[in-house]
């Protein structure tokens, strides 16, 4: 097995794991974002799947949607949004600063995060785990079998500790070798300075999907941990995180319901009270947020329902080809629920 590890130095992952005092919030990010025309989101670098430039210059990816999304409500137009990379070392103060509105970054949802950054968390928007890749040709079928592997990873996540944690466990070693940067990562481990790569299981499936002969390479089975992803606001803004938390649920919602964004028009009239509540045809709901009475049916009209989020930038005829997995509708067994619209 090789052998090796370049950490990140210490500051940065104790910053990054929010060990850093947070900022003083600012409050009416709404006024600002309506001043300004538009919601400035951080993204990834560049993530197929999530977050990218396609050929044109157009950011697409899941992330991506969920902060149109939050557009659609806010300027009834999906597309007055800006998106801001923000690398691992640097997302959270992005938005402590008020350099971005809405943080929609494959981000976790933890413990320490929630309670010392000065950020809220809105609703899970998307249930993943942290897993294992490894090249075909190791022949490796378990990440039991990693025992002393080098093992490429990035600084300031939750991997770290989720790895120690698995091989702890097996009562096993390994070396984990960290690199700065997300293109460091992926290069050395195609390179073959590791044996196996560790993120989250969507987060790997994206990393394969850029790799010069996908095939090549195998997601292990394990899922090693629990990684709850939510999109992230400013604390003290409280209309603010509920217009993206209610812009979340509406995207959940409509899928349970059968809205899609071929349909929202039909669906207006509906005789389903909540499904009229939802696109603002009766009760208005929107002026409760400071927003339009059809806020949600732009939403829709904007992005689509959940499941058309999903598979068009995840699903099984994507590059990634994910599985829903619990990425679904409580009522068809899975994760997603979302509160009344009443």
């Known amino acids: 097995m090789k052998r090796g590890i370049l950490w990140a130095s210490a500051a940065c992952v104790l910053a990054t794991l929010g060990t850093l005092a947070p900022t003083v919030s600012r409050a009416d990010t709404l006024d600002t974002v309506r001043q300004r025309g538009k919601v400035v989101c951080g993204v990834s670098l560049a993530n197929p799947g999530f977050a990218a430039p396609n050929d044109k210059g157009r950011m697409e990816g899941f992330d991506a949607d969920i902060c149109r999304a939050v557009a659609a409500a806010v300027f009834g137009d999906g597309e007055k949004v800006d998106f801001i990379p923000t690398n691992i070392n640097t997302r959270f103060q992005a938005l402590q600063s008020g350099e971005i509105d809405i943080l929609s970054r494959q981000t976790t949802l933890t413990y320490s995060r929630d309670a010392s950054l000065g950020l809220d968390f809105g609703p899970y928007v998307f249930f993943d785990g942290q897993g294992l890749m490894v090249p075909k040709s190791l022949g490796i079928n378990s990440a039991k079998e990693l025992k002393d592997a080098a093992i490429c990873t990035l600084p300031g996540t939750t991997t770290a500790q989720n790895l120690s944690d698995f091989f702890a466990a097996q009562g096993a070693k390994f070396e984990m070798v960290v690199f700065e940067s997300p293109d460091e990562n992926r290069a050395a481990f195609f390179g073959g300075r590791c044996e196996a790569i560790s993120s989250d299981r969507s987060d790997l499936a994206s990393i394969r999907a850029v790799a010069n002969n996908p095939n090549d390479y195998v997601i292990l089975p394990?899922?090693?941990?629990?990684?709850?992803?939510a999109p992230a606001v400013r604390q003290n803004d409280s209309n603010w995180r509920d217009i993206v938390s209610w812009s979340e649920w509406m995207v959940m919602a409509a899928e349970e319901k059968g809205i899609t964004q071929a349909n929202v028009d039909?669906?207006?009239?509906?005789?389903?009270?909540?499904?009229?509540r939802m696109l603002g045809a009766t009760d208005e709901l929107g002026?409760?947020?400071?927003?339009?009475?059809?806020?949600?049916?732009?939403?829709?009209?904007?992005?689509?329902?959940?499941g058309?989020?999903?598979?068009?930038?995840?699903?099984e005829k994507t590059r990634l080809g994910l599985t829903r997995g619990p990425n679904v509708a409580w009522n068809a067994g899975g994760l997603l629920y979302a509160p009344p619209f009443r």
Request: charged share 30%; glycine share 6%; aromatic share 8%.
């Open 287 to 306: 002026p409760l947020l400071k927003l339009d009475k059809k806020w949600g049916y732009n939403i829709i009209k904007s992005v689509g329902n959940y």
């Open 266 to 276: 039909e669906k207006l009239k509906s005789s389903d009270q909540e499904i009229q």
């Open 308 to 315: 058309e989020i999903f598979n068009r930038n995840l699903g």
């Open 222 to 229: 394990e899922t090693i941990s629990k990684e709850p992803l």
